[in-house]
Each structure stands twice: as C-alpha cells, then as structure tokens.
Nanobody, 117 residues
C-alpha cells in the first residue's frame, strides 16, 4: 500500500512559479513510475508530466519548457517545478504512482493551484 500526499500549491500571479511535492509512504518508491495530472473545473483529468523508474521524463506540449518533473528516491518524494505560470494552468494537481511490474496504481488527494492576478 502506498499513500501519496501533495503539497506546495496555492495562489500565484501569472508569470510566477510554484514547486509541488508528492511525498509517498511505504517502501520501494524507486519501483514506481510517477506522474502528475491536473483537472480544471468542468474538465477531465489530464496528464501533465511523467518520470520513469530510470528517470526518463515526458511532458505534454502545453507545459514543455515551463514545468520540470523530478524524483528523489532517497526521500520518497516527487516534484513538479512550475515556472512561467499562466491562468490556464489553474487546476487541482494530482500525483500518481504506478508500480513498474504489477501496474497497481495509487493517487494523491490533489492540491489546488490557482494562477490569477
């Protein structure tokens, strides 16, 4: 069983930055592929970025060059550095862990990010 807890959200002006964290309980954190998703009001939950067990990253076009996903296996934590934030980045952000062998997955509870002047 893995429990995920997001932190670091809040209100930021356009052009500003935030760093989200996703802390995991349990062991074998390094065996999980990790992803960030977001869900804006009235819209579906969409993938934002992912990082594999070997550290390979991928991003959706809308955040490429502005967001950076990373992981610290020693601290059981994943990060999403978000720069040059835009109002359209406003959403609830969720982290997800997927075991690389069993594909069992876990979600965090979500955290609000609001970009507004």
């Amino acid at each position: 069983q893995v429990q995920l807890v997001e932190s670091g959200g809040g209100l930021v002006h356009p052009g500003g930055s935030l760093r989200l964290s996703c802390a995991a309980s349990g062991s074998r954190f390094s065996e999980y592929t990790l992803r960030w998703y977001r869900q804006a009001p009235g819209k579906q939950r969409d993938l934002v970025a992912g990082i594999t067990t070997s550290g390979v990253t991928n991003y959706v076009d809308r955040v490429e060059g502005r967001f950076t996903i990373s992981r610290d296996n020693a601290k059981n934590t994943m990060f999403l550095q978000m720069n040059s934030l835009k109002p359209e980045d406003t959403a609830v952000y969720y982290c997800k862990a997927i075991h690389s062998v069993t594909y069992k997955d876990y979600w965090g509870q979500g955290i609000q990010v609001t970009v507004s002047s």
